[in-house]
């Protein structure tokens, strides 16, 4: 092996073990808590970044500042004490991210003027009918529909109602709690998806069985 051969070697080495950095430090305790205020910050950030709704927030950030408190305070007490070992283990972030993340339960299709939908599917909280009727009504009473238009709103039991307007048509779907930004201009994108491969199919009124519902990616 040449000396450039050994120096590259020797530099790629060096950057896999500065990628495969731990999580957290099971000597070093403030190593573990400056490690817990990263991870607070980058919560902080998704959040800002629309990629977590506010209970997932709350639930992640809670967690990561219970176990900066938690070890604080044994390390204070007591530096000789290992337990804070244990209250630092991760994997439990997981598990908060995924069951406070919204989920889709309902969604629905009008073609704008038309009472009857294109499509629906999911299981349908009765509740929410009528919030979807008056924001129908809301936007058919308008002179002008206003197009690549997002609205969403709180609804009953906590979920929410997220609307994606589109030239012809508006998705309606039903969210099991807040959705995050990512969601919303999830279902916005869905639409507009909608709408670009059944452009002549909705201009000429043929039916929904002709047409193809990028919207059905929400409930697989």
């Given at each position: 092996m040449t000396d450039n051969q050994q120096s590259q070697t020797q530099s790629e080495s060096d950057q896999l073990l500065a990628s495969l950095s731990p999580e957290f430090s099971l000597d070093d305790p403030q190593a573990t808590l400056d490690h817990i205020r990263r991870k607070m910050e980058s919560v902080a950030e998704e959040f800002g970044g629309g990629k977590l709704n506010r209970a997932q927030f709350?639930?992640?950030?809670?967690?990561?500042?219970?176990q900066r408190t938690i070890i604080e305070t044994i390390i204070t007490r007591n530096p000789e004490n290992d337990a804070w070992r244990q209250v630092a283990k991760p994997g439990k972030?997981?598990?908060?991210?995924?069951?406070?993340?919204?989920?889709?339960?309902?969604?629905?299709?009008?073609k704008h003027q038309v009472r009857s939908p294109l499509i629906s599917a999911g299981e349908h909280p009765?509740?929410?009918t009528p919030h979807i009727v008056t924001a129908l009504k809301h936007l058919w009473r308008l002179e002008s529909v206003p197009t690549k238009?997002?609205?969403r709103k709180e609804i009953d039991n906590g979920q929410w109602l997220v609307l994606a307007i589109g030239e012809q048509a508006t998705t309606v779907v039903v969210y099991s709690m807040q959705p995050s930004n990512h969601q919303v201009h999830l279902v916005r994108d869905?639409?507009?998806?909608?709408?670009s491969a059944?452009?002549?199919?909705?201009?000429?009124?043929?039916?929904?069985?002709?047409?193809?519902?990028?919207?059905?990616?929400?409930?697989t």
């Open positions: 709350n639930a992640i950030y809670g967690h990561y500042n219970e972030t997981t598990f908060l991210r995924a069951y406070f993340e919204a989920q889709p339960v309902f969604y629905i299709v009008f009765e509740h929410s238009r997002l609205a869905l639409h507009d998806d909608f709408e059944n452009r002549l199919s909705l201009k000429r009124n043929q039916p929904a069985t002709q047409m193809v519902f990028p919207q059905r990616a929400l409930l």
